[in-house]
């Protein structure tokens, strides 16, 4: 069993920075993906940002060039730095991450959410 811990949202003015973290702890014998989504009031959820083992990045076009995805496998965590926030980043934010657990079995997990809100 894999568990995701989130922090690092709150309340923001707009041009603000945010950073957000995910920690994975359990069962864990390899990290594939590790992905940020958000989900706003009355929206779809959606992907913001993705990164593989392999170091490949993407980001929804909304957010390229002001949020940076990263990991740290040594802690199995993976962060989300956000800049220039604006009021439409406002939503709860999910990680997701997926692997194989010690027994090889495939996993996939997500975090609690964390609220962020983008408000002057």
């Known amino acids: 069993q894999v568990q995701l811990v989130e922090s690092g949202g709150g309340l923001v003015q707009p041009g603000g920075s945010l950073r957000l973290s995910c920690a994975a702890s359990?069962?864990?014998?390899?990290?594939?993906?590790m992905d940020w989504y958000r989900q706003a009031p009355g929206k779809q959820r959606e992907l913001v940002a993705g990164?593989?083992?392999?170091?490949?990045?993407n980001y929804a076009d909304s957010v390229k060039g002001r949020f940076t995805i990263s990991r740290d496998d040594a802690k199995n965590t993976v962060y989300l730095q956000m800049n220039s926030l604006k009021p439409e980043d406002t939503a709860v934010y999910y990680c997701?991450?997926?692997?194989?657990?010690?027994?090889?079995?495939?996993?996939?997990?997500w975090g609690q959410g964390t609220q962020v809100t983008v408000s002057s």
């Open positions: 997701n991450v997926q692997g194989f657990s010690d027994w090889d079995i495939p996993f996939g997990s």
């Open positions: 359990g069962s864990i014998l390899s990290i594939n993906t």
């Open positions: 990164i593989s083992s392999g170091g490949r990045i």
